[in-house]
């Protein structure tokens, strides 16, 4: 059985980019801190994982640096040889499913404050009066 189970903040934002065919695929890095007892401290190790198609698209979308997941997948490890005739190996997760444990992401957030101001200014009459403007400053302080 090659099953893997991970729960882990992104390193930084995942890169999605799609292949000559047209599948997108997405790669992105999962810091896992394992605690080794009282006085020893923790140990942290990186993962790197890739997601494909629709939940590629997914995690480009909605997952940034940070943010806390759960991750479940399998392991796979490729191999190529480089123009220097140098053989390289890369193991890393394939994503099968993913959870946000952490919420929304910086990029949802932003672009949800920035709709929200985008609507209050589209409202005929809104900046008009000071109760109007009141709740746009209330979504730039969160």
């Not at 903040?9 to 080794?36: C, H, M, Q, W």
């Not at 997914?58 to 940070?66: D, E, R, Y």
């Not at 759960?70 to 005739?85: N, P």
Request: with cysteine; aromatic share 6%.
């Amino acid at each position: 059985m090659n099953k893997v189970m991970l729960v882990g903040r992104l390193t930084r934002d995942p890169e999605l980019r799609s292949l000559p065919s047209g599948k997108p695929v997405a790669n992105f890095t999962i810091a896992t801190n394992e605690y080794r007892g009282a006085g020893n401290g923790e140990r942290t190790e990186y993962h790197n994982a890739v997601a494909w198609d629709r939940l590629a698209e997914v995690c480009g979308q909605f997952l940034s640096k940070g943010q806390l997941v759960d991750v479940e997948g399998r392991l796979q490890t490729r191999q190529w040889d480089d123009e220097a005739g140098v053989r390289h190996w890369k193991t890393e997760v394939v994503v099968g499913s993913l959870e946000m444990l952490s919420g929304r992401g910086k990029k949802d957030y932003a672009k949800e404050v920035q709709s929200a101001i985008g609507e209050a200014d589209a409202v005929p009459g809104a900046a008009t009066n000071g109760a109007a403007e009141a709740p746009q400053e209330a979504l730039i302080a969160m």
